[in-house]
């Protein structure tokens, strides 16, 4: 059951990932919902930043560092260079992206390079020392052990039930989580699309808490029928069923974007595209975390349970 997985240095990233992505909403919500923040002040955009680098960046170093440790891997510095590059590279390759379309386009909502050039440099002077920091601590002061004595040879997985097949399960498992945060995501979407004010911080806060504690719970319940069933390749899985959220998180601002918004200029669907894979791989990731330490820890109580009777 604690069997490394296949690409464990890969998931330990996505995790980092996950968790950087997850601890910068959670804080950027919770001041926003306690007043420190307003979305109409000047220095908005720089308080995300430093959320995002400072506090996100020793996690995301923390949960790869820990994680490898835990499945007996020794490239460390090697994941957490990746887990600290990978994700503001997107971040930064979308943000060009469009402010080149914007500029072709005459348009006077350009990015300003300024603030792109500043996002590198706090990328390279804070969230990456902080994310190697983070992985050092874990991988050297922390001794994870499966509660089990892994097996030399692989058990036969038997055949699974219908409703246990990995797309089926992984994109059910995605929409229930979707459907958690959909209204609240519609409010969000239509907003911003007419430049309006969003308010309610503290609906959103309490949301994506909900949010969640729905994410873990499917997770557990999709382990629990895997394990249920002899299957005990549950790592991807898990994170597969929380990443799926964010591929109907895309669907519908696709969806948006055709019927409700009715966008019919070229320059601008791509625009809204590219925005809409940044919020969901993003959302993605932060449930695929979520699912998988929920799992996790699922796992290791069951057995450690079941190994003191």
């Known amino acids: ?61 923390y ?27 997107y971040i930064v390759a979308i943000f060009l992206i469009v402010d080149f379309i914007e500029y072709f386009e005459s348009s006077n909502q350009i990015f300003p390079f300024t603030s792109i050039i500043l996002f590198c440099f706090l990328w390279l002077v804070i969230n990456v020392p902080a994310t190697y920091y983070g992985a050092h601590i874990a991988f050297t002061m922390t001794n994870d052990q499966p509660p ?20 089926f399960a992984v994109l059910l498992c995605g929409f229930i989580m979707f459907t958690s945060v959909m209204s609240e995501f519609h409010f969000v979407l239509t907003s911003v699309w007419r430049s309006q004010m969003i308010g309610m911080f503290f609906l ?53 974007m055709i019927v409700v918004f009715q966008m019919d200029v070229f320059w601008s669907d791509i625009v809204f595209t590219l925005y809409s894979l940044l919020v969901s791989s993003c959302f993605g990731m932060m449930c695929a975390f979520v699912s998988v330490v929920a799992s996790w820890i699922f796992v290791t109580l069951l057995y450690m349970q079941s190994k003191s009777d």
């Open 63 to 89: 949960c790869t560092g820990r994680s490898m440790k835990f499945f007996g891997a020794t490239e460390w510095r090697f994941a957490a260079g990746v887990s600290s590059v990978c994700l503001p590279l």
């Open 204 to 256: 959103y806060f309490c949301n994506i808490n909900l949010t969640l504690c729905v994410v873990s719970l499917v997770s557990i319940i999709l382990t629990y029928l895997s394990l249920q069933a002899g299957n005990w390749q549950w790592w991807w899985r898990a994170f597969w069923s929380g990443f799926s959220a964010g591929f109907w998180i895309l669907l519908y601002c696709m969806y948006h």
């Open 148 to 167: 089990l004595k892994v097996n030399t040879v692989r058990r036969v997985i038997p055949a699974q039930p219908w409703y246990l097949g990995d797309k």
């Open 1 to 61: 059951m604690f069997r490394k997985p296949d690409f464990a240095v890969l998931l330990c990233t996505m995790c980092g990932m996950g968790v950087q992505v997850f601890v910068s909403l959670f804080f950027i919500l919770l001041f926003l919902t306690v007043g420190f923040i307003s979305p109409s002040t000047r220095f908005f955009s720089l308080y995300n930043l430093f959320a995002y680098m400072i506090a996100g960046g020793f996690l995301n170093g």
